[in-house]
């Protein structure tokens, strides 16, 4: 079955830098553009980042634009996202999702449009 695991999560001060990993694993990992969404509690989840299939196209949000960069290895069935200048307001729960798709260069900025998401990783960031 499809398994998304993200990892590289935990403990930051403001400032600091840290990289979110994504194995994927179940799935053709080249047919999927991928994303990174986050989510605190008692709010919704909030879209971060999104790679097309091929890497060759990017999207981040607004709150991260500047501070952040989403990057895939198809060859390691990976996606990343590299964070700087970590703020208090970073803090949340990090999901990577993957969405099928036949278009080489299409990106999703909505959960809605995600088939598979992983458990989440924790990043907190104190100020």
């Known amino acids: 079955q499809v398994q998304l695991v993200e990892s590289g999560g935990g403990l930051a001060q403001t400032g600091d830098s840290l990289r979110l990993s994504c194995a994927a694993s179940g799935l053709i990992f080249s047919t999927y553009r991928m994303g990174w969404f986050r989510q605190t509690p008692g709010k919704e989840r909030e879209f971060v980042a999104a790679i097309s299939r091929s890497g060759g196209s990017t999207n981040h949000a607004d709150s991260v634009k500047g501070r952040s960069t989403i990057s895939r290895d198809n060859a390691k069935n990976t996606v990343y996202l590299e964070m700087n200048s970590l703020k208090p307001e970073d803090t949340a729960v990090y999901y990577c999702?993957?969405?099928?798709?036949?278009?080489?260069?299409?990106?999703?900025?909505?959960?809605?449009?995600?088939?598979?998401w992983g458990p989440g990783t924790q990043v907190t960031v104190s100020s």
């Open positions: 999702a993957a969405a099928w798709t036949t278009f080489r260069e299409g990106i999703a900025t909505s959960p809605s449009v995600y088939d598979y």
